[in-house]
């Protein structure tokens, strides 16, 4: 069990990144454009096809504010993967594996730390726009499953995503890694409709990955075909540990070559 000391350590990491992105508003306030744009589209689209008569499997008020969740936590969530590739590329990894934290962990506590700063904000710009653009409330219940498994699944997503950062270790450039993930993310995940729209071979496919835990399953509380919340903190917990597990082994593959390279 890791020590107050130990704790107190990760939790410096995780404040001086929350501070650096209080500083750093104008990608806040990027986001936050970015976030009322897709919405706004995204509803004036369902609004459209409910007018001409189009047959839609879902409300398209409720489709908004699914939409609304999962755009919340995959801006919230940071891009990981950038600053440690970069740090591999400059060598900084060497330096920084001598500190008496693991440099996982702190890169993790980085990004909570931006999270923590950058989820509230996007999750304000969430609630008013999919508001005006609905003229409707979920009920206040909802938001009590929303909002946790909202946080859990944006650190997931940033847990896998370090595991990416990490193959810099043996590739060039881990951008097309991260291509594929981003874009498997939006699909499988459910990133713009519910996964129970897709056809039953998608949604056996998606089941098997940790997609679903990270977006669909906690924006599914704004529907009626939500999963339950014991399911879902289970799927998170599994998707956790096997994330911990890929982190420690390819980490302990990456220090051994930089000690067999001299590093």
Not at 43 to 68: N, T
Not at 95 to 107: D, E, F, M, N
Not at 194 to 210: H, N
């Amino acid at each position: 069990m890791m020590s107050t000391a130990g704790v107190a350590k990760y939790g410096a990491f995780l404040r001086i990144a929350a501070a650096r992105a209080t500083r750093e508003r104008g990608e806040i306030y990027g986001r936050m454009v970015f976030f009322a744009v897709i919405l706004g589209v995204f509803s004036s689209l369902w609004r459209a096809a409910a007018e001409a008569r189009i047959p839609v499997a879902a409300d398209p008020k409720a489709l908004v504010w699914y939409l609304a969740v999962t755009e919340w936590i995959g801006l919230s969530a940071p891009l990981m993967h950038v600053e440690v590739q970069e740090a591999i590329r400059r060598g900084d990894i060497a330096c920084q594996l001598g500190r008496p934290v693991s440099y996982i962990g702190a890169s993790f506590a980085e990004g909570l730390g931006l999270i923590a700063v950058r989820s509230p904000v996007l999750g304000a710009t969430a609630f008013v726009c999919a508001f005006v653009f609905t003229r409707q409330l979920p009920p206040a219940s909802v938001f009590a499953f929303v909002v946790p498994f909202g946080l859990l699944g944006a650190a997931l997503m940033t847990a896998m995503d370090l595991w990416i950062g990490l193959l810099a270790f043996w590739l060039e450039d881990v951008s097309p890694v991260y291509w594929v993930w981003q874009k498997l993310t939006f699909i499988l995940g459910g990133l713009l409709l519910p996964i129970d729209l897709y056809p039953e071979f998608m949604q056996r496919a998606a089941a098997l990955t940790p997609f679903p835990s990270m977006l669909a399953g906690p924006a599914s509380f704004m529907l009626s075909t939500s999963v339950g919340a014991g399911d879902l903190a289970r799927e998170i917990t599994i998707w956790f540990g096997v994330s911990a597990f890929a982190l420690w082994w390819l980490f302990r593959r990456a220090t051994a070559v930089l000690t067999f390279n001299g590093g």
